[in-house]
C-alpha cells in the first residue's frame, strides 16, 4: 500500500533536485488534513477535474465555434493534449508530473466563451474595473467562485498550483500582479513545472489549429510547403511512407511536428539549466530568464509557422466573422445585465452584494463562465421575442 509519505519520500529521491517535491509545499490558504494516499498536487489535480469550470470547457471555443463541426478542437481536448504533452517534458526533465499536469488542467478554467475575442472583449468593458485577464480569471474561479466546501470559497488549491495559474504565461505586469497578488510572489519566476506547462500550451495549440485549419480547408497545402516545420516533417513522412490517403499524411506530419519541437525542449531546457546550476526549485526563482526553452533554431522556426498561422487562419475572413459576431452579442448581453441586474439568474445575483468588486465584476464572471452554447441561447432568450425565457 503506497501512502503519501511514501509518494513524498519517492520523490525525494527520483525527481530531480530543482523539481518542485510535495512535501516542500507552501500548502493551502486554508489549513486542511493531506490525505493519507495523495500528495498535495494529486489532489490539487483531482480537485480540478472534479469542478464544474472544468467541464464547462468541454463546449467552449478554441478557434472553431462548437457547431462548425465535432472534428475541431475545443477548450477540453485542447487542455488534455496540453497535459498529456507537459506530462511527458516533465517526466524527462525529472520534474513533478502531478504538479505539472494540476496546472495544465487548470490553465484555461478562466477562458471566456468564443475563444480570444470575447477575452479582448470583455476587457474593453472592464476597462475601469481593472480589466479581464484570463489567467487572472482562472484564479478567480478556483479561489472564489467554485462553491464545493462547506468551509471555504473555491477549490483551496495548493500555493504551487495557484502560481502556476496565475503566472505560467509571461503576458501579465508584474506591477498589476504586485499590486492584486502579493502572496505570489509576482517578481519571480514559477516553478519549472509552470514554465514546462506554458510551453506546451504553445506547443498545442500551434499544431493542433494547424491540424483544424487544414482539416476545415481554412489552411491551403500547398502554402504550407514554404513552411520549413512544415517541409521538413513532410520529406520525413514521404521517405518512410508512399500513397497515403492525404488525412493520413497530415496526421503524421503534425504528430512529427509535435515530437520534434518536444524533443528539441527537452534537450535545450536541459541545458540551460545545467548552465546556470540549478540545484533547487528556489534556484529557478531567482534566473534571470526562464530556463524551459527551444533553442534558437527551433524558435526561428517556429515564429514563422505562428505567423503563417496569424496571417492566414486566425485572421481569415471566416474566423473574423464569427469573432466578431460574439464581440456583438456579449457586449450586447453585458449591457442588458449592467442596465436590468433584476434579469440575472438568483445564483449569481446573490453574489452582488457580496462581492467587493461590485455588479460589473459580477456580470464578467457571470459571462466569462458560460459555454459557447449557454451564450447563444441566453442571447436568444434575451433578444428574440418569440424565444421562451
Not at 527520483?14 to 510535495?22: I, V
Not at 487572472?136 to 500555493?159: A, H, M, T
Not at 502579493?182 to 500551434?206: G, N, R, S, W
Not at 481569415?316 to 466573422?321: A, E, I, N
Request: net charge positive.
Amino acid at each position: 500500500m503506497l501512502t503519501r509519505k511514501e509518494i513524498e519520500s519517492w520523490e525525494e529521491k527520483a525527481l530531480a533536485p530543482y523539481a518542485m517535491k510535495s512535501s516542500h509545499s507552501k500548502g493551502r490558504k486554508y489549513k486542511e488534513e493531506e490525505h493519507p494516499y495523495r500528495s498535495i498536487y494529486q489532489r490539487d489535480r483531482d480537485r480540478i477535474i472534479h469542478c464544474a469550470a472544468f467541464r464547462r470547457l468541454e463546449y467552449k471555443t478554441q478557434v472553431f465555434v462548437y457547431h462548425e463541426g465535432d472534428y475541431y478542437r475545443t477548450r477540453l481536448t485542447h487542455t488534455l493534449e496540453v497535459s498529456q504533452i507537459a506530462r511527458t517534458i516533465s517526466k524527462a526533465l525529472k520534474l513533478n508530473e502531478d504538479l505539472t499536469e494540476a496546472i495544465a488542467l487548470a490553465h484555461d478554467l478562466g477562458h471566456t466563451p468564443f475563444g480570444h475575442a470575447v477575452e479582448d472583449t470583455l476587457n474593453e468593458l472592464m476597462s475601469d474595473e481593472g480589466g479581464f485577464n484570463h489567467n487572472i480569471q482562472g484564479l478567480r474561479v478556483v479561489d472564489i467562485l467554485e462553491e464545493r466546501y462547506p468551509r471555504f470559497k473555491g477549490l483551496n488549491l495548493s500555493w504551487e498550483t495557484r502560481e502556476g495559474i496565475l503566472k505560467h504565461s509571461v503576458g501579465l505586469s508584474k506591477k498589476d500582479l504586485l499590486k492584486e497578488f502579493p502572496e505570489l510572489e509576482p517578481e519571480t519566476h514559477p516553478t519549472l513545472e509552470a514554465q514546462v506547462m506554458d510551453v506546451a500550451d504553445e506547443i498545442a495549440y500551434d499544431s493542433h489549429d494547424l491540424d483544424d485549419g487544414v482539416k476545415s480547408g481554412m489552411l491551403i497545402r500547398e502554402e504550407l510547403k514554404n513552411i520549413k516545420l512544415w517541409q521538413y516533417n513532410e520529406e520525413r513522412v514521404n521517405k518512410e511512407y508512399s500513397n497515403l490517403p492525404r488525412e493520413l499524411k497530415d496526421y503524421l506530419i503534425i504528430r512529427n511536428l509535435i515530437n520534434l519541437q518536444v524533443t528539441d525542449l527537452i534537450k535545450n531546457s536541459f541545458k540551460n539549466i545545467k548552465k546556470v546550476e540549478i540545484n533547487s526549485f528556489e534556484d529557478v526563482k531567482k534566473t534571470p530568464t526562464r530556463l524551459i526553452s527551444f533553442s534558437k533554431s527551433m524558435q526561428a522556426d517556429r515564429e514563422e509557422l505562428r505567423q503563417f498561422l496569424f496571417k492566414t487562419l486566425y485572421c481569415h475572413w471566416r474566423v473574423l466573422r464569427m469573432s466578431d459576431k460574439a464581440k456583438r452579442f456579449i457586449k450586447a448581453l453585458f449591457y442588458v445585465y449592467l442596465n436590468n441586474p433584476e434579469i440575472i439568474p438568483p445564483s449569481f445575483r446573490k453574489k452582488i452584494k457580496k462581492d467587493s468588486k461590485g455588479l460589473k465584476r459580477v456580470i464578467c464572471d457571470y459571462i466569462a463562465g458560460m459555454t459557447d452554447r449557454y451564450a447563444l441561447e441566453e442571447y436568444k432568450k434575451l433578444f428574440d421575442p418569440y424565444e421562451r425565457v
